[in-house]
Nanobody, 120 residues
Framework: QLGLVESGGDLVQAGGSLRLSCAASGSIFSINVMGWYRQAPGKQRELVASITSGDSTHYADSVKGRFTISRDNAKNTVYLRMSSLKPEDTAVYYC??????????????WGQGTQVTVSS
């Protein structure tokens, strides 16, 4: 079995910071792209940031300069450092990972989501 577990969501005031973590565990041979998505009430899920195994990163325009994605390959963990948070960043944040497993092949996996609420 293979899973992703997120942590770090919280209630924070506008202008504050948070760091989200997502750890993958299970029968993992390698992890390709890891990413963070978010879904606000009544809106579609959107990509926030992604990072490849070679540490190439991509950010949504709305978070550039405020959010930083990073990963620790030894721990199969991806992080999202969020700064200068705005009320419009309020959403459930989901971690995703494209994982190769000798048992399951290559598949996309999702975490259960962690709530980030930014008060004005």
């Amino acid at each position: 079995q293979l899973g992703l577990v997120e942590s770090g969501g919280d209630l924070v005031q506008a202008g504050g910071s948070l760091r989200l973590s997502c750890a993958a565990s299970g029968s993992i041979f390698s992890i390709n792209v890891m990413g963070w998505y978010r879904q606000a009430p009544g809106k579609q899920r959107e990509l926030v940031a992604s990072i490849t195994s070679g540490d190439s990163t991509h950010y949504a325009d709305s978070v550039k300069g405020r959010f930083t994605i990073s990963r620790d390959n030894a721990k199969n963990t991806v992080y999202l450092r969020m700064s200068s948070l705005k009320p419009e960043d309020t959403a459930v944040y989901y971690c995703s990972a494209n994982v190769y497993s000798r048992v399951y092949g290559t598949r996309d996996y999702w975490g259960q989501g962690t709530q980030v609420t930014v008060s004005s």
